[in-house]
Each structure stands twice: as C-alpha cells, then as structure tokens.
C-alpha cells in the first residue's frame, strides 16, 4: 500500500521526473439540498483526505506533447481527468512544455472515494512544480472546478466542509482517524445516481459547521443501495463490527467505510468480515502531501 506521508514525493526534478501520490478522501456525511436550474445538485458534505493513494508519475516533455503511458483500465485517454487537467494547465498558462502521465491506479474505479479526482489534482498541483508556474492554491482551485466538482477539494488539501456544488470548502479540524473501508465489485455512476427520480433533493443546511461523531447521513446511499444490492451486503457486514457509530458509504458508492480510534481495531474489524469482502485500512490526512506544492 502507498503511504501518503511526507516520505511519498519522489524523483529527481533536476530530471524532470516525480513519481506522486494521490490520495483518497471520504465523505463522512453527504446531504443533498437542491437542485440548480442548470441541472447540478447543491451538497453539504464533510471531505476528509485519507492515506490510501493512487500513484502518478510525472516526466517533463520538450515536444510539448500531453500523453498517457498507463492509467485506468476502461478510461479512455481524452477522458482521463488526470490528461484533462494537463492539457488545460498548458492552455491557460500558455504552456510549451508536455508531459508523460503514468497511473498506477490502487483505488477502487467508481467507489466514491475520489480517485479520478484526486488524480487529476495531483497532476495539477505537480505541474505547478515540475512546469514552474508557481500558481497559488486559490487559482488551481478555479482551474480544478472546470475538470470536476470533487477535484477542488483535492488541491484544497484539508479536511473541509463543503457546499455548492462541492468547490465552496471551508477547512475543518478533524481527529486523527482510522478507517476500515470495504469495496463492493461494483462500478457506481454518480450521474446516474444523481439523476435517479426517487434520489431526496431536500435536506436542510447545517446550521453550525460543528459536528459530532455520526452526524448526518448519505442521501445517495438509497439510490446507489437499490440498484447495487452488494453495497448493502458490505455495508451491513461493517455495522455489525461498530454498533456505535455504524458503516456509511462514500460520496456515490460503493465503497463502505467506519471509523476506529486506532488502527488496530480497524484490522480487526476487517479481519472479521466474511471471506468475500475486500477491503483496506486507511488514516485520516490533516494535510494533502503535495501542499507545498501551490
């Protein structure tokens, strides 16, 4: 498993190469408050970065290509958000430059926890280094909004409270937090998910961005359920491992998550799982590793 500490930056700039991790993140709670006359759904969500990653390498081209050498399987190139993301920081930045993206995905594909995003937010915040754009955060943010709603949060870099649309993001403090989370087989779309009828378009604001242990809920959680029946299997079999506090999924699923206090107690909760049920352990970040980045 990648780690996302301090020890995660690698490669040699002097050679033009990184080799950087992209985090996870979770939704500890996501509520759906209204719909906006173009069609996009307003959220309040608490966003926390975790340590399991995704690991992209960077390599500095003189031709000023933008290219892929390996990514998500199923993910066609112009499609990628991490290719994405190049191609517009070159463009908006008038950049002659190119670059090499390599993925090596270790995150779940459509599990809600934010890999694509997460991907293309680290290529965003490498360029910046590896390209010497020196950009501020606040700008990549901007940037980042036009390649996703979640992708913001990811150069954002902390624990935050989010609202809008997913890029109005407030940081928060949270507690250092182990995290059991398991991973249905399912590939869930979150458009169709959002675009589902019965999906519940009305939950009320928070009226303090303070917020206890189980706060909240999922409002995608019934919709993604209904149609993906093994996100329910995996989220029960999580439960009954935290009677407390319970399992929740995860922006649109179908990963599954609960939370420790230690990272013992989050091994054995998945040891306890049935044999078909895969999953991994991960910590809360207070910070993105690349935050020196912007």
């Known amino acids: 498993?990648?780690?996302?500490?301090?020890?995660?930056?690698?490669?040699?700039?002097r050679k033009r190469v990184l080799t950087l991790p992209a985090p996870a993140k979770i939704n500890a709670f996501l509520h759906v408050t209204g719909r906006r006359p173009d069609g996009y759904h307003t959220l309040e969500s608490l966003f926390v970065p975790v340590d399991r990653c995704d690991l992209v390498s960077l390599e500095v081209r003189d031709d000023g290509a933008i290219l892929r050498t390996s990514g998500a399987d199923g993910v066609a190139e112009g499609e990628d958000l991490a290719v994405r993301a190049a191609r517009l920081l070159q463009r908006d930045c008038g950049v002659g430059q190119g670059v090499a993206i390599g993925i090596d995905k270790r995150l779940p594909i459509a599990g809600g926890l934010g890999g694509g995003s997460s991907d293309a937010a680290t290529v965003?915040?490498?360029?910046?280094?590896?390209?010497?754009?020196?950009?501020?955060?606040r700008v990549l943010m901007q940037m980042a909004l036009e390649l996703g709603a979640d992708v913001p949060f990811f150069v954002f870099g902390e624990p935050a409270f989010a609202q809008g649309v997913g890029e109005e993001l407030l940081p928060v403090t949270f507690p250092p937090t182990w995290f059991a989370i398991v991973c249905p087989a399912a590939q869930v779309s979150t458009a169709s998910v959002f675009a589902a009828p019965e999906l519940t378009r009305n939950s009320e604001s928070a009226k303090m961005v303070v917020f206890s242990e189980g706060y909240g809920r999922n409002d995608l959680y019934a919709v993604a359920a209904a149609r993906f029946p093994d996100i329910v299997r995996h989220r029960d079999a999580l439960t009954?491992?935290?009677?407390?506090?319970?399992?929740?999924?995860?922006?649109?699923?179908?990963?599954?998550?609960?939370?420790?206090?230690?990272?013992?107690?989050?091994?054995?909760?998945l040891l306890r799982m049935p044999r078909d049920v895969a999953g991994f352990v991960a910590r809360s970040l207070n910070r993105h590793p690349l935050w020196s980045y912007a």
């Open 1 to 13: 498993m990648w780690s996302c500490d301090s020890r995660s930056t690698l490669g040699d700039e």
């Open 240 to 269: 009954s491992q935290v009677a407390r506090s319970g399992a929740r999924m995860t922006g649109s699923g179908g990963c599954v998550f609960a939370a420790f206090d230690s990272e013992d107690a989050a091994r054995q909760a």
């Open 124 to 137: 965003l915040l490498g360029l910046n280094r590896l390209w010497r754009l020196g950009l501020s955060r």
